[in-house]
T-cell receptor, first 116, second 108 residues
Framework: GAVVSQHPSWVICKSGTSVKIECRSL??????MFWYRQFPKQSLMLMAT?????????EQGVEKDKFLINHASLTLSTLTVTSAHPEDSSFYIC????????????FGPGTRLTVT | GQQVMQIPQYQHVQEGEDFTTYCNSS?????IQWYKQRPGGHPVFLIQ?????EVKKQKRLTFQFGEAKKNSSLHITATQTTDVGTYFC????????FGAGTTVTVRA
């Protein structure tokens, strides 16, 4: 149980284009979903927290107009990186929780984004 | 804001030996969670500690939560090659704050 999928697993795009990443909870309803960014050999940096049907809460320093998050249902959240630049290249991981933000989180497999 | 520090950053262990990784929070936590990320993989939830002074075991892994609910430790006995990976602690209040992780390598 508690499986989270993420699509695509990797993507290469050109500077200036937008990329959408999907995160789905497959066997449970996710009250809260989270988006993280992870640089090589570093920890997870929380970008934003989203609850179904409401606006995402972004962490300090994360541009909400650049990283658009939509939590359309209890099983789906999307992250769109708009007007991507090479510095946006990273490993993006989503996670989902059945409860509040302080509950255990189940992580998706991640999406490796490379912007050329 | 809430900060979670984790040491050591790297741990190189001889197979069969024990090691401990430590986690400290700048604030009192409602719970602390531990995750393991294998090389090339994603974090996987290991355990959650909620009560002051709580100790939980999972086979060769022993997790402790401090009396003040501000620190935690993970102790692994008789390290095996399957223990390779990065272990993250995550302190929880209104959100999870991840430590920097301890990356474990094992020499046979």
């Amino acid at each position: 149980g508690a499986v989270v999928s993420q699509h695509p697993s990797w993507v290469i795009c050109k500077s200036g284009t937008s990329v959408k990443i999907e995160c789905r909870s497959l066997d449970f309803q996710a009250t809260t979903m989270f988006w993280y960014r992870q640089f090589p050999k570093q920890s997870l940096m929380l970008m934003a927290t989203s609850n179904e049907g409401s606006k995402a809460t972004y962490e300090q320093g994360v541009e909400k107009d650049k990283f658009l998050i939509n939590h359309a249902s209890l099983t789906l959240s999307t992250l769109t990186v708009t007007s991507a630049h090479p510095e946006d290249s990273s490993f993006y991981i989503c996670s989902a929780s059945e409860g509040r933000a302080s509950h255990e989180q189940y992580f998706g497999p991640g999406t490796r984004l490379t912007v050329t | 804001g809430q900060q979670v520090m984790q040491i050591p950053q790297y741990q190189h262990v001889q197979e069969g030996e024990d090691f401990t990784t430590y986690c400290n929070s700048s604030t009192t936590l409602s719970n602390i969670q531990w995750y393991k990320q294998r090389p090339g993989g994603h974090p996987v939830f290991l355990i959650q500690l909620v009560k002051s002074g709580e100790v939980k075991k999972q086979k060769r892994l022993t997790f402790q939560f401090g009396e003040a609910k501000k620190n935690s430790s993970l102790h692994i006995t008789a390290t095996q090659t399957t223990d390779v990976g990065t272990y993250f602690c995550a302190g929880a209040n209104y959100k999870l704050s991840f430590g920097a992780g301890t990356t474990v390598t094992v020499r046979a």
